[in-house]
C-alpha cells in the first residue's frame, strides 16, 4: 500500500529516526502531545492540556518522554524561546540545560524499562550513581536512581557538579536523595550550571548556615525559626556587607548593654551604620568606638547610652578624614 500526503499549507516534520523505534510503544497522549509541540513548538502548558483534553501533568510527562528520546528539548527562557525546536542531544553538546523547570518542583518520571536503557546507553552515569552511593553511604532505590538520571538528562547538569551536590548534602547532614534534587533544581533555576559556580554558591550557602546558626545562639533564638525579614538581615550581615562573626558580636554586645535584650533589627541599624561608615574590620570598628568614646566622656561616665546615630556620624567622619 502506498499512501500520498496531501500537504496544503502546513507540514508537520517529526525525527524519523527517533519518533519511529516508539510508535508501537508510545501512547494516544504522547503521540498527540509529539504532533501538537511540533506543530506550535510555543505554548503555554495549561492551554495546549486543556485543548487535548489532558491534564497538565500528562501534557509534561508525555514531553518528558519525548526528551528522553531525544527527539525534542524546551526552553522557557525568553531568547531560546525564539530558536526552533532543539533535539536534546544537541542541548547537551551545547552544555546549556534542555529545559528550564521554573514552574517543577521534581525531575520527571522515569519508567524501569526508560532508567535501565538511560543506564545502558550513558555509562558516565552508571558510574555517576555508584559515586553517589559512595559519597552517601547508602545505596540507592530505583527511584532515587531516577532521579539522578533526571539531573544528568532532564537538567544536563555534569557528573562532577551533581556528585558536588551529595558531598554538601551529606556536610549538612541532609543524606535524601530528594534533598539533592530540590538542590539541584533550586541551583538550576538561578542559572548556577557548572562546577565551579556550584562550589562558590556552596561556600555561601555553608558560610550563611554557620553564621545564622552562630547568631540564633547568640541571640537566644534556639528555639524558634528565624522568621524572613530575620533571614534577610543574616543574609545581607554575611553575603552583602562580608561580615564575620567577631563583628556580629561586637554589634550583639553593643546591642544588649544599650537596650538591656538581644534584638536583631538593633544589631542590624549597629551593622547598617558601620557598612554606610566603611569599617570592615573589628579593628575598624574598635578604632572608630574609641574615637567616639574620647568625644563623648562626660555623657558616657553619666551613664549616657551608647548613640548609633551618633556614633555612625563619628565613625562616617572618620572615615572622611582618612
Not at 535501565?116 to 555517576?128: I, P, Q, T
Not at 543524606?175 to 562550589?199: K, P
Not at 547598617?272 to 568614646?293: F, I, Q, R, S
Request: a negative charge; one cysteine or more.
Amino acid at each position: 500500500m502506498k499512501i500520498t500526503p496531501l500537504y496544503e499549507n502546513r507540514v508537520i516534520v517529526v525525527p524519523g529516526n527517533e519518533v519511529i523505534p516508539k510508535l508501537s510503544t508510545a501512547s494516544r497522549e504522547e503521540l498527540a502531545v509529539l504532533l501538537a509541540v511540533m506543530a506550535e513548538p510555543e505554548f503555554a502548558p495549561a492551554e495546549l492540556a486543556s485543548r487535548l483534553n489532558i491534564t497538565e501533568k500528562v501534557l509534561i510527562d508525555a514531553i518528558s518522554m519525548w526528551q528522553r528520546s531525544g527527539v525534542l528539548a524546551l526552553s522557557e527562557d525568553a531568547e531560546e524561546a525564539k530558536q526552533p525546536v532543539r533535539t536534546a542531544e544537541n542541548a547537551r553538546k551545547s552544555k546549556t540545560p534542555a529545559k528550564n523547570i521554573r514552574t517543577r518542583k521534581e525531575l520527571p518520571h522515569y519508567s524501569s524499562t526508560d532508567a535501565a536503557d538511560y543506564l545502558e546507553k550513558h555509562a558516565e552515569v552508571k558510574n555517576l550513581v555508584d559515586c553517589c552511593q559512595n559519597i552517601s553511604g547508602e545505596m540507592f532505590s530505583t527511584a532515587e536512581t531516577e532521579i539522578i538520571i533526571g539531573m544528568h538528562d532532564y537538567l544536563a547538569l555534569p557528573p562532577d557538579y551533581i556528585m558536588l551536590l551529595f558531598a554538601h548534602a551529606k556536610k549538612t547532614g541532609k543524606r535524601s536523595v530528594r534533598y539533592v534534587e530540590s538542590l539541584a533544581i533550586r541551583f538550576f533555576d538561578e542559572g548556577v550550571l557548572n562546577y565551579q559556580e556550584l562550589e562558590e554558591r556552596l561556600k555561601n550557602v555553608e558560610k550563611l548556615d554557620a553564621t545564622e546558626g552562630y547568631i540564633r545562639s547568640i541571640f537566644g533564638l534556639t528555639t524558634r525559626a528565624l522568621t524572613a525579614k530575620e533571614k534577610a538581615m543574616v543574609e545581607k550581615w554575611v553575603m552583602t556587607m562580608h561580615y564575620e562573626k567577631e563583628i556580629l558580636r561586637r554589634a550583639y554586645e553593643i546591642t544588649v548593654d544599650n537596650t538591656g535584650k538581644p534584638s536583631l533589627p538593633y544589631a542590624n541599624a549597629i551593622l547598617e551604620n558601620w557598612y554606610k561608615a566603611g569599617l570592615k574590620t573589628l579593628e575598624e570598628v574598635d578604632a572608630a568606638m574609641e574615637d567616639y568614646k574620647k568625644a563623648h566622656e562626660s555623657t558616657l561616665d553619666n551613664g549616657g547610652s551608647f548613640d548609633t546615630d551618633d556614633f555612625f556620624e563619628a565613625a562616617l567622619r572618620r572615615s572622611y578624614d582618612t
